[in-house]
C-alpha cells in the first residue's frame, strides 16, 4: 500500500538559510499535517491543509509557511534558518472517509550549523 | 483543552520480561481517539493501534496489548515477552473529532517514554 512520502530524507542547512521540505499523501486522503519533533522531545503539531486550504494552526513560527498543491502535496519552507530549527519534520495525512487514519512520513532530519 | 501525561520516561526491562506502559488523557469531548505510535532509534513513527472513545474492548495483536478505560481516563499498553526489537520511545496520542466535518485532526502526543530491552 503507498504511504506518505517525505523528501529529503535528510537536509543540512546553515543558519539563516532557507529550507523546503516536500509531502507527498496517500492517494485520496485530503488532509495534510505537519510537525516538528525536537531532539528528546514529542511532535508538535505545525500546521495542517483540508483540500488544499489551511485549516488549523499550531507553533508555527512566522519564518516558516507551507501550502498545498492541486495534486494535494505539500511543501514547508523555512527561511532564516535557526539552530533551533534543527528537528525531525514529519507530514502525515489522513481522510475524512473511511476510519480517520492517520499514517505518518519516514520523516525529515533538518540540521542547521 | 487536552492533554496526554506518560508518567513513565524511561524503562528498562529484561528480554522476556513483561512491561506495560502507561498513558492517561485529559479531554473534555464525548468522541475521540486515541494512539499509541513507536518511534524506533531510525526515526520514523510506527503506527500501532487506533482506538475510539466508543469502544473500551481491550485489544491484543501477538504480544501486544492494549487496556482502554473510561473510567480513568487511561489507555494502557502492555508487550509481553519484551524483545530486544522493542526497544524504542513509544508515544500516546489523543485527537478529538472535529465538529464542523472538515479539517484539523490534529493528535497531541505524551512525553514518550523510553523503553530499553536488555539482552
Known amino acids: 500500500a503507498a504511504g506518505v512520502i517525505q523528501s529529503p530524507r535528510h537536509l543540512i542547512k546553515e543558519k539563516r538559510e532557507t529550507a523546503t521540505l516536500k509531502c507527498y499523501p496517500i492517494?485520496?486522503?485530503?488532509?495534510v499535517y505537519w510537525y516538528q519533533q525536537g531532539p528528546g522531545q514529542d511532535p508538535q503539531f505545525l500546521i495542517s491543509f483540508y483540500e488544499k486550504m489551511q485549516s488549523d494552526k499550531g507553533s508555527i513560527p512566522d519564518r516558516f509557511s507551507a501550502q498545498q498543491f492541486s495534486d494535494y502535496h505539500s511543501e514547508l519552507n523555512m527561511s532564516s534558518l535557526e539552530l533551533g530549527d534543527s528537528a525531525l519534520y514529519f507530514c502525515?495525512?489522513?481522510?475524512?472517509?473511511?476510519?480517520?487514519?492517520?499514517?505518518f512520513g519516514s520523516g525529515t532530519r533538518l540540521t542547521v550549523v | 483543552a487536552q492533554k496526554v501525561t506518560q508518567a513513565q520516561t524511561e524503562i528498562s526491562v529484561v528480554e522476556k520480561e513483561d512491561v506495560t506502559l502507561d498513558c492517561v488523557y485529559e479531554?473534555?469531548?464525548?468522541?475521540?481517539?486515541l494512539f499509541w505510535y513507536k518511534q524506533p532509534p531510525s526515526g520514523e513513527l510506527v503506527f500501532l493501534i487506533r482506538r475510539n472513545s466508543f469502544d473500551e474492548q481491550n485489544e491484543i495483536s501477538g504480544r501486544y496489548s492494549w487496556n482502554f478505560q473510561k473510567s480513568t481516563s487511561s489507555f494502557n499498553f502492555t508487550i509481553t515477552a519484551s524483545q530486544v526489537v522493542d526497544s524504542a520511545v513509544y508515544f500516546c496520542?489523543?485527537?478529538?473529532?472535529?465538529?464542523?466535518?472538515?479539517?484539523?485532526?490534529?493528535?497531541?502526543f505524551g512525553k514518550g517514554t523510553k523503553l530499553s530491552v536488555i539482552p
Open positions: 502525515a495525512s489522513s481522510s475524512l472517509e473511511g476510519d480517520y487514519g492517520y499514517t
Open positions: 496520542a489523543l485527537r478529538t473529532a472535529p465538529y464542523s466535518g472538515a479539517g484539523s485532526y490534529q493528535l497531541t
Open positions: 479531554t473534555r469531548d464525548t468522541t475521540y481517539y
Open positions: 492517494p485520496r486522503h485530503d488532509t
